[in-house]
């Protein structure tokens, strides 16, 4: 079965949302993501900051709502994120919300290199969309990392990079393979193609045969054609030397 995700840029048009330079990055990441989650044969619908306003998010149970953003900076600590996910007694989801929230954080942040460090609070915890989502939609909230962090900043603006990171967080959590695999060939018997060359050949022989038999039957119904008038011919000979007697 077709997984279906929504997947939300955090923040993304909202006048002043977020930390600085975060809209830009979390769109960028989550066009990204997108495509490559369709690529992989997930159903994707994108959203933004105005998701709690859009029926096709808010009326629909999907098999993960995941909000992607990015960190505010945290001295000193070397740049970090992690993922969240709502309060339990608010989430009619929260064992499978908790069970996406732990293979992101387990899968994620060894991937892009970002240290996973915990600032889980009242804003992830009780996140503005979770009470717009339905019952049944496990969610999560990412941070990917902080977005102005020394160390951060340079690996946020790896698309590919956190994109990787994300997407193979997503098909871990529901089986789905993320590499390309190629099927093994098929072994190939030496003497195939000395075999294939003999059939191409008895076909081309029988093709010259069929031609040569129409040649005959044409020359001979020509040369039967020419005898049916001779005989015409001579025929009328005689009849008319019968007549002159």
Same mark, same amino acid.
């Given at each position: 079965?077709?997984?279906?995700i929504?997947? =939300?840029?955090?923040?993304?048009?909202?006048?002043g949302?977020?930390?600085?330079?975060?809209?830009?990055? &979390?769109?960028?990441?989550?066009?990204?993501? $997108?495509?490559?989650l369709?690529?992989? @044969?997930?159903?994707v619908?994108?959203t933004? +900051?105005?998701?709690? &306003?859009?029926?096709?998010?808010?009326?629909?149970?999907?098999?993960?709502?995941?909000?992607?953003?990015?960190d505010?900076?945290?001295?000193?600590?070397?740049?970090? @994120?992690?993922?969240?996910?709502?309060e339990?007694?608010?989430?009619?989801?929260?064992?499978?919300? =908790?069970?996406?929230?732990?293979?992101?954080?387990d899968?994620?942040?060894?991937e892009?290199?970002?240290?996973?460090?915990s600032? $889980? *609070?009242? &804003?992830?915890?009780? +996140?503005?969309?979770?009470? +717009?989502l339905?019952?049944?939609?496990?969610?999560?909230?990412?941070?990917? @990392? =902080?977005s102005?962090?020394?160390?951060d900043?340079v690996?946020?603006?790896?698309?590919?990079?956190?994109?990787? @990171?994300?997407v193979?967080?997503?098909?871990?959590?529901?089986?789905? $393979?993320?590499e390309?695999?190629?099927? &093994?060939?098929?072994?190939v018997?030496?003497?195939l193609?000395?075999?294939?060359s003999?059939?191409?050949?008895?076909?081309?022989l029988?093709i010259?045969?069929d031609q040569?038999?129409?040649d005959?039957?044409?020359?001979?119904a020509?040369?039967? $054609?020419?005898? =049916?008038?001779?005989?015409?011919? +001579?025929?009328?000979?005689?009849?008319?030397?019968? *007549?002159?007697?």
């Open positions: 079965m077709i997984k279906r929504c997947i =939300q840029a955090g923040h993304w048009g909202k006048a949302g977020g930390a600085p330079e975060e809209q830009a990055n &979390n769109k960028r990441i989550v066009d990204r993501v $997108s495509f490559v369709r690529e992989k @044969g997930f159903e619908y994108q933004d +900051y105005y998701a709690f &306003n859009d029926a096709k998010v808010t009326k629909v149970d999907y098999d993960l709502f995941l909000s992607c953003h990015c505010m900076d945290y001295p000193d600590d070397g740049g970090s @994120g992690f993922a969240d996910f709502p339990p007694r608010t989430d009619g989801a929260t064992n499978e919300s =908790q069970r996406i929230c732990k293979i992101i954080n899968t994620y942040f060894p892009v290199k970002i240290n996973y460090k600032h $889980s *609070n009242k &804003n992830t915890r009780f +996140y503005y969309m979770w009470k +717009y339905t019952s049944k939609t496990p969610c999560v909230l990412l941070e990917m @990392g =902080q102005i962090d020394t160390h900043k690996l946020l603006a790896n698309t590919d990079l956190i994109t990787t @990171g994300i193979k967080s997503i098909c871990k959590a529901f089986s789905v $393979s993320y390309i695999v190629t099927p &093994n060939p098929i072994p018997d030496p003497h193609a000395e075999i294939q003999l059939k191409d050949e008895v076909a081309r029988n010259l045969i040569s038999k129409n005959l039957l044409s020359l001979m020509e040369k039967d $054609s020419e005898c =049916q008038i001779k005989l015409m011919s +001579y025929k009328n000979k005689i009849i008319n030397f019968i *007549n002159t007697l």
